[in-house]
């Protein structure tokens, strides 16, 4: 048995403005969220869903993870885009071509988001989050194929990707250079040990692929901090 991607979380300074933008851009349900913050519960597909939770500190530099969403119709791209910019986004440069066709934006604390034009082949059978794209290489693709028990659907030239045997977005790691870390990860995952497992034999089985345990200054807390080869910050939650 392997543990589940439980949802993708982001730290925000205000995190129930963000809640609403993602919501208003998804069509997700917000609700409030046990460990203080807010969660929006996926309404298709996806697998996981998003939380956001409280942060002081600012954002610094570029995520090393973000949001491929899709587009069925140029039309349909530019509503995406127009929404997105009603609800407080704003086009960003992080360095694409003229020539591209993808459309790259922030959220109202600065996430980075892409909306990808029609025609996707990669994407052409997930959903409107087509993908969640990481910088990372190669060796940390295994290890998150191996973590949640997905297949890989890409393995070219160090790229690779994994998709859930039942669907939904899939994760993606374009290889070498890597960007530089700018402190701590903005986004993360938190992983659910599988029903009636074990948190501790779940934290064992992530070391013994590659992971590190990480002191957050936290004392006992209901979660187990970890990174995975690459150094990205994830953590395991107790069991439900």
Partial sequence: MTCQLFAVCFDASQPLRLARFWSGILGWEM?????DGVTLLPSDDTGFRIRFHPIQEGKAGQN???FDLTSRSLEDQQQTVARALGLGGRHIDIGQLPEEGHVVLADPEGNEF???EPGNNFLAD???IGALACDGS???GYFWSETLGWPLVWDQ????AIRSPHGG?????GGP???PRTGKDRVHFDLAPPVDGDQQAEVDRLLSLGATRMDTGQGEVSRVAMADPDGNEFCVLTPR
Avoid at 31 to 35: A, L, N, R
Avoid at 157 to 160: K, L, S, V, Y
């Fill in 31 to 35: 609700v409030d969220d046990p460990h």
């Fill in 177 to 179: 250079p890597l960007m």
């Fill in 64 to 66: 090393r993870m973000h």
């Fill in 169 to 173: 977005p899939k994760i993606t790691w």
């Fill in 114 to 116: 892409c909306v990808i």
């Fill in 126 to 128: 997930c959903g409107f």
């Fill in 138 to 140: 190669q060796e940390v």
């Fill in 157 to 160: 030239d160090q790229e690779t």
